[in-house]
Nanobody
Framework: VQLQASGGGLVQAGASLRLSCVVSGGALRTYTITWFRQAPGKERGFVASITWSGGTYYEDSAKGRFTISRDNAKNTVFLQMNSLKPEDTGTYSC??????????????????WGQGTQVTVSS
């Protein structure tokens, strides 16, 4: 299974971006897909997840601003990010796995990772 993340860029605070994660070599519908973010000098952190059944989970700062969705027919997961803030800056990576909900934010629970796409939000 391979994951390809794209859609990052340099934007001003308040702008929007839509990230895409295309999954190949496996059936997207059988995986939970999660976006993680790593900012310079910080540990990788959980951003948002969508389970195989369509359940969605967000980190607190993403709630109300970010929306994660999936198109199983296109084997693609999207992360719509609105009202971006400078603290959203980082490398966003998507990962595929089958974690239980209580461990959904634990990166070690994921089998496959994409290469990451850079998001930079200027103030």
């Amino acid at each position: 299974v391979q994951l390809q993340a794209s859609g990052g860029g340099l934007v001003q605070a308040g702008a929007s971006l839509r990230l895409s994660c295309v999954v190949s070599g496996g059936a997207l519908r059988t995986y939970t897909i999660t976006w993680f973010r790593q900012a310079p000098g910080k540990e990788r952190g959980f951003v948002a997840s969508i389970t195989w059944s369509g359940g969605t989970y967000y980190e607190d700062s993403a709630k109300g601003r970010f929306t994660i969705s999936r198109d199983n027919a296109k084997n693609t997961v999207f992360l719509q990010m609105n009202s971006l803030k400078p603290e959203d800056t980082g490398t966003y990576s998507c990962a595929a796995g089958r974690p239980v909900v209580s461990a959904i934010s634990d990166g070690s629970m994921y089998y496959y990772w994409g290469q990451g796409t850079q998001v930079t939000v200027s103030s």
